[in-house]
């Protein structure tokens, strides 16, 4: 039996009917130690799917991963599209950023420790990286690490820690030496949500959600073994997480090689609130737009592909990610300008009647893509990378 008929038998008999459906807004799952599961099935999934490590297909088997090839993670994603299956386990930063530096930079220790619990679920992250005052100037950070025994004590704040109210973990950059250059004193270490001095402040956005945050570190205690990699040279690691995090950001905002269902969603919308006239979008200019958006993404689609085709050999990310960042960031901006088009007056809110179908609740997506721009490094840094970085051009 070759591996697509294997997995297809599997997934025919292990994937619940109720996962085979787009997934509501109010079954979305809380993972980690405030797991929650609104639909029993669920949890039924993530665990069938974390038993054969294919809530994280390609990484290693010894740490709970599928060890598949990336050919036979390709042939897996095919399947579970063909059914329409959710995600078992939600992106997250676990999956898309702790996960590979840990699997890159971390000790076998870490790993084991941390690896596992990431496939099923188990544990949820945040990023403690920007600080108020020091943005885009990321070296100039000021949380201080002091060694005291086999700890290091932390002072300082972190801003704009997504999710960090719902996090079990947090990796953080701490400056441990204020009197060597700023990029050549920090150091990655991670540290339980739950210390003792660690307090987090949600902040109200204009979307009206609070996914960020501010956290602040008062004498809290980190043994010295959970530093990553070597203590001042945090830098290091922290350059190539931001690699992982700005190749996920773009994949999550792009669409797939066909434009996929976000581009069939659009269609659909278009037909419905703006007309249509035997299956063409009654309007010429809305329906020119839809097109050019689902051959962006197609495009963006294809370089993504042939991106992932620098990790065939295990290497990870390198400064395409800031293209696919930075690119993915205009095609989510201009979905949801579309988006605003079509629903036009009818989706103007975002709770009471009529709200609830997600496809309506349009303005909250909208302004939190404003947001897109600044995330993950901004798009005036990622155009700075792609001119010196990937161009060549001169300072």
């Given at each position: 039996m070759s591996?697509?008929?294997?997995t297809r038998a599997w997934l025919e008999e292990n994937c619940p009917a109720s996962m085979r459906t787009p997934m509501p807004a109010d079954e979305l799952p809380a993972f980690g130690r405030r797991a929650t599961y609104k639909?029993?099935?669920?949890?039924?999934?993530?665990?069938?799917?974390?038993?054969?490590?294919?809530t994280t297909p390609m990484?290693?088997?010894?740490?709970?991963?599928?060890?598949?090839?990336?050919e036979q993670a390709a042939v897996l994603q095919e399947e579970l599209d063909r059914i329409n299956a959710r995600l078992a386990l939600g992106g997250g930063m676990g999956t898309s950023m702790i996960g590979p530096a840990l699997l890159e930079?971390?000790?076998?220790?870490?790993?084991?420790?941390?690896?596992?619990?990431?496939?099923?679920?188990?544990?949820?992250?945040?990023?403690?990286?920007?600080?108020?005052?020091?943005?885009?100037d990321l070296a100039g950070l000021q949380t201080r690490a002091v060694e005291d025994g086999d700890d290091y004590v932390i002072n300082g704040s972190k801003i704009w820690t997504s999710n960090a109210d719902q996090a079990d973990w947090m990796f953080c950059l701490v400056r441990t030496d204020p009197d060597v250059p700023k990029h050549d004193g920090i150091t990655f270490i991670l540290f339980d949500m739950?210390?003792?001095?660690?307090?987090?402040?949600?902040?109200?956005?204009?979307?009206?959600?609070?996914?960020?945050?501010?956290?602040?570190?008062?004498?809290?205690?980190?043994?010295k073994r959970n530093v990553v990699s070597t203590p001042g040279k945090g830098w290091t690691v922290a350059k190539r997480l931001l690699q992982y995090e700005r190749t996920s950001i773009g994949g999550g905002m792009g669409g797939?090689?066909?434009?996929?269902?976000?581009?069939?969603?659009?269609?659909?919308?278009?037909?419905?609130?703006?007309?249509?006239?035997?299956g063409r979008i009654d309007d010429d200019g809305l329906r020119a737009r839809v097109i050019e958006h689902s051959m962006n993404d197609r495009a963006f689609g294809l370089s993504m592909r042939r991106g992932g085709e620098e990790s065939r050999s295990g290497r990870a990310p390198t400064f395409t990610s800031s293209f696919f960042k930075y690119y993915g960031t205009e095609q989510n901006k201009d979905r949801y300008?579309?988006?605003?088009?079509?629903?036009?007056?009818?989706?103007l809110g975002w709770s009471g009647d009529g709200?609830?179908?997600?496809?309506?609740?349009?303005?909250?997506?909208?302004?939190r893509s404003r947001a897109n721009s600044i995330e993950g490094g901004t798009s005036e840094i990622q155009l700075n990378i792609i001119a010196k970085r990937i161009l060549g051009l001169p300072d």
């Open positions: 591996f697509r008929e294997e639909n029993p099935d669920t949890k039924l999934w993530l665990d069938r799917m974390a038993d054969r490590g294919w990484w290693p088997a010894e740490y709970g991963g599928g060890g598949l090839s990336k930079f971390g000790s076998p220790e870490q790993c084991r420790e941390h690896i596992p619990r990431i496939v099923r679920g188990e544990i949820w992250w945040c990023q403690g990286y920007s600080e108020p005052g020091f943005g885009s739950e210390s003792p001095g660690v307090t987090v402040s949600p902040i109200r956005l204009i979307s009206g959600a609070s996914p960020f945050c501010q956290t602040f570190m008062d004498d809290v205690r980190v043994p797939g090689l066909s434009g996929g269902s976000r581009a069939r969603s659009m269609q659909a919308l278009a037909k419905r609130y703006a007309g249509h006239v035997e300008e579309i988006l605003a088009s079509i629903l036009g007056v009818q989706a709200f609830a179908d997600r496809e309506l609740a349009t303005t909250r997506e909208w302004l």
